[in-house]
């Protein structure tokens, strides 16, 4: 059974930067395979909110982190990132890894990786 496995969230200051990972547990999937992989987040009491996106190789994001969020992915390491700068208390939330692969309509979700910016 594929298993999505984020790490990298953790307590940050106002301003700060954290790089989040996604990878893959088990050989039988591969990042290479999605059409679409994203980051989602939900803060507390909030919905679950898309956060940044690669979708047939273009990268979009919410209007909330664009210019302070990336989206990247290391194929050779069969791993996805989320790069954060000037973290604001706002970002707070459980950061979510998700990957679609289009043939067979799949789709992988990881447990989530908090992230908490306070001073």
């Known amino acids: 059974q594929v298993q999505l496995a984020e790490s990298g969230g953790g307590l940050v200051h106002p301003g700060g930067s954290l790089t989040l990972s996604c990878a893959a547990a088990?050989?039988?999937?591969?990042?290479?395979?999605?059409?679409?992989i994203a980051w989602f987040r939900q803060a507390p009491g909030k919905q679950r909110e898309l956060a940044a996106i690669?979708?047939?190789?273009?990268?979009n994001y919410a209007y909330s982190v664009k210019g302070r969020f990336t989206i990247a992915r290391d194929n050779a390491k069969n791993t996805v990132y989320l790069h954060m700068n000037n973290l604001h208390p706002d970002d707070t939330a459980i950061y979510y890894c998700?990957?679609?692969?289009?043939?067979?309509?799949?789709?992988?979700w990881g447990q989530g990786t908090q992230v908490t910016v306070s001073s």
């Open positions: 998700y990957g679609h692969i289009g043939a067979g309509n799949r789709q992988y």
């Open positions: 088990g050989n039988t999937f591969n990042f290479t395979e999605c059409n679409t």
């Open positions: 690669i979708t047939s190789g273009i990268a």
